[in-house]
């Protein structure tokens, strides 16, 4: 866990450095948001592992009101959001229908589901006057909307790594709020969405519950370039 934290700051560093000849004065334009992703209102039953492992990057440009402290933006991200728990989703070969089942946790090394979404994101932003050195703090709530690229599930056992992709009872759109607080180019970000992480399927095991009702939330930090 350490290392790959450790990684991904090693790599907003060298994003620091390669944009900031290139950043406008008066805006933050580029984002890197790495989190926590997990799924709320899970079935009973599911556990959960918080390993921080999502990716989202993104672009906006800024309309500023005057001089003032207030702005809004508009842009794109692109965004990688994967869950580790033991709901394990394959897809049934003969119908293309996906299977939900609870496993063990004595029979997995590591069960993760993968969402690869495009956005369209709007945000309202409110930040102080800059201080000697340039910096100030910022409070920042976005919405975004967008589209699935890409899904996947992947279960490594001792004995083997079976993947599936192109999950289809997985939400193909969704929609959401953030938020972005923070000093310099350090933040905290969430993400909540409003859209369900699955259109149907039920557990084949346990009480047969249905797995419609997740919604995906994210929490981690974020960077500004």
Do not use: C
């Not at 450095?17 to 580029?30: C, L, M």
């Not at 207030?70 to 728990?85: K, L, R």
């Not at 992480?197 to 346990?206: V, Y």
Request: overall charge positive; hydrophobic content about 40%; glycine content about 8%.
């Amino acid at each position: 866990m350490m290392v790959k934290l450790s990684f991904s700051i090693f790599l907003s560093l060298i994003f620091v450095s390669s944009f900031a000849q290139i950043k406008p004065k008066t805006e933050d334009w580029f984002f890197y948001d790495y989190t926590y992703d997990f799924m709320l209102n899970a079935p009973k039953g599911i556990s959960q592992d918080f390993i921080p492992n999502g990716h989202t990057f993104s672009f906006l440009k800024e309309k500023s009101f005057g001089k003032g402290n207030f702005a809004i933006a508009g842009g794109v991200d692109y965004s990688v959001q994967s869950y580790y728990s033991n709901l394990y989703v394959s897809t049934d070969l003969s119908n293309g229908d996906e299977i939900f089942q609870v496993l063990g946790s004595d029979s997995i090394e590591s069960n993760k589901l993968r969402t690869d979404f495009i956005d369209a994101i709007f945000e309202l932003r409110f930040r102080t006057l800059p201080n000697a050195k340039g910096k100030f703090f910022r409070f920042y709530i976005g919405a975004k909307a967008g589209a699935r690229v890409s899904s996947s599930s992947r279960l490594r056992t001792q004995n083997a790594i079976v993947r599936f992709e192109n999950l289809g009872q997985l939400n193909a759109y969704r929609f959401g709020a953030y938020t972005r607080i923070g000093y310099g180019w350090f933040n905290l970000y969430s993400y909540h969405s409003l859209s369900e992480l699955f259109t149907k399927g039920s557990l084949i095991n346990g009480s047969n519950e249905a797995v419609t009702g997740i919604t995906p939330v994210s929490v981690g930090i974020s960077f500004i370039f």
